[in-house]
């Protein structure tokens, strides 16, 4: 027992080592970066320090496994050099730490961002740093790292001044236990590390708590910023191997995408400035809707709905997972293999988004899901982009039933017509469901009506429906409805019954609906068949308001009869692109088409197309 309290002990003191430290350097940052940290208040500056402590926690966990490691070997051996490796060890960690910080300081000044990998471009060119850094600069990082550095070693020489072995003569005997507590606790560092045993791991939107990006910046943990943002890098430096052609080509292939007529009169609206309710629909593949698919009879309220609002026929989500759908709807922004944007505040900050266009006529924006918003740093994506408010599942009330992943769409409808009530007009009003993301949380009564292939899904569809229907009504008897413009659409597809393969074009086949009192009685029931994708939402309303539509570069007006028609999207490891013509998928690592329509000739010629858009989207995503 003696062993395993050594190491609870041990295990406690490396966790409130690295807080000390981490918070040690928010002063420094704090010092260095008066005049940015002078925007915020004292209180809320103040409340960093604890808002940050759950990812410091995680931080620290982590980083105490190798060093947890190395006492217990030291436990069994008991020499000089043992000892020695777990200081050295424990140092090293110290030292990267520091650098990352120093960097930091010095950098967010010029950038207005975390450090992130966007570091390594400039080291490739040690002649631009040295051009474009000032000696202030970097007479302050090699200050801040050796003054974190030396702080830190004397720290952690305190804390860690007296590691004792085992006081037995037969060290053999406790073998069996020191790897047990070893693995415990290193066990414990793990949970520690990912957040708790919640299904979704922790990310850096647990540390946001403020509309001001600096405070969420100053709180977030610089050390598990950066290694995300290095994970991220290794995926979307190393991994993307689609062909890159140069610009001019890019443009020259696709000239006809850029050059069609812009204006148009097709208004649809009878309200200059209606409000906006959008629902996200968790995972609303197209091929489980009635009005749209094969499979009949689960959507009848949606299918109702569309008699009376604009549907758009034959949009395609620009991913699989929810966060890209999101950058896509608000942002107009597309997908690219392995990229994703949401995941990386230094980039997704430069990109528009559609709140921030209403904000001139002040609307007002809000943003509901109801269920964990760190999934793919959501949260964190809507809060950089200045909604007014970004709520999740820890807002709802706590007397509701909750499922294994969300609460249910029929509780999230009520809270959200709560919050819409309590809103002044204009608004854009936000939420996002969850009761058709697997494990499927819904109150299941009885027998359902799907059975077989997808029988889960389809029943929590029709649930959906059901619960869409209910929140429509309820909408109905409000003062504000009849100013007010419903926009529905998925997030990403799912595998339905006639359509399983998620490497299929099909796959990624969404609905779109607009439907409300200010759409014009003559655009009401209209089908609209131009092919395009959820990233062309955001331009297609900006351009009816009359807003800067040509913004959002890579969105398409889906209204404007010249509009040209083709869709990309991406699919695991790999591609897709969509047009009148037929489409194609491309597995990177296979080398292969899972699917493919085109002739031979057709092939050649969409492929270089979808290789030059792509290089553009790319080429621009790199100078964010």
Known sequence: MQTVKNTLITSLKFLIFWVIVFDFERLIFTFHNSNSIGKISFSEWLYTFLAS???????????????????????????????????????????????IHGGEI?????????????????????????????????????????????????????IFKDIQPISTTKKWLNIPLIIFTFSLFSGIFVLIGRGGTQQIPINID????????????????????????????????????????????????????????????????????????FIVMESWTANAIGCISKNKSATPNFDALTKNGILFSNIYATGGTSEIGNASIFSGYPALPEISITMQPDKHRKIPSLNQELKQWNYT?????????????IGGFFTDHGFDTVEDEVDFPKNLPHGKLNYYDSDLYKFFLKKINATKAPFLQCAFTGSTHSPYDYPKKGKEKWTGSEADFMNSMVYADQCLAKFMQDCKKQAWYKNTVFVLVADHGHASPSLENPNLGGYFHIPLLFFGEPIKQEMRGKVIPTL???????????????????????AKDLLNPACPQFALHTINRGYGWITPKGNFSYHMDAKN???????????????????????LIYNAYKKL
């Not at 631009?128 to 202030?136: G, I, L, P």
Request: proline share 3%; aromatic share 16%.
């Open 53 to 99: 402590l759950r990812l410091d926690l995680a931080t620290g966990a982590l980083l105490s496994i190798l060093p947890l490691l190395m006492y217990a070997i030291h436990q069994l051996v008991n020499s000089v050099i043992t000892k020695k490796l777990f200081y050295i060890i424990f140092f090293i960690e110290i030292i990267i730490c520091a650098l």
């Open 365 to 377: 924006s809000h943003y509901l899901f109801s269920g964990d918003l760190k999934y793919g740093n």
């Open 532 to 554: 395009g994708s959820q990233a062309d939402i955001v331009r297609t309303l900006l351009y009816q308001l009359g807003g800067d539509y040509q913004k959002f570069e890579w």
């Open 106 to 158: 010095n950098a967010y000044t010029e950038w207005n961002h975390k450090l992130t990998t966007r570091v390594f471009t400039h080291l490739l060119n040690p002649g631009e740093v040295v051009r474009t850094a000032d000696y202030s600069m970097t007479i302050w990082f090699v200050i801040y790292t050796l003054l974190e550095s030396f702080l830190g070693y004397k720290l952690m020489r305190l």
């Open 206 to 277: 647990s540390a946001y708590f403020s509309k001001n990006y600096i405070s969420n910046d100053l709180s977030v943990n610089s050390v598990y910023f950066f290694a995300k943002s290095f994970s991220l890098y290794l995926k979307s430096e190393n991994k993307i191997n689609f062909p890159i052609i140069d610009e001019k080509t890019s443009k020259k292939e696709l000239k006809d995408l850029f050059t069609y007529p812009l204006e148009h009169s097709n208004y649809v609206f009878s309200e200059k400035r209606p409000n906006f309710v």
């Open 593 to 615: 088409y899972p699917d493919l329509t085109f002739s031979k000739a057709q092939l050649k010629q969409e492929e270089k197309r979808c290789h030059s858009y792509m290089s």
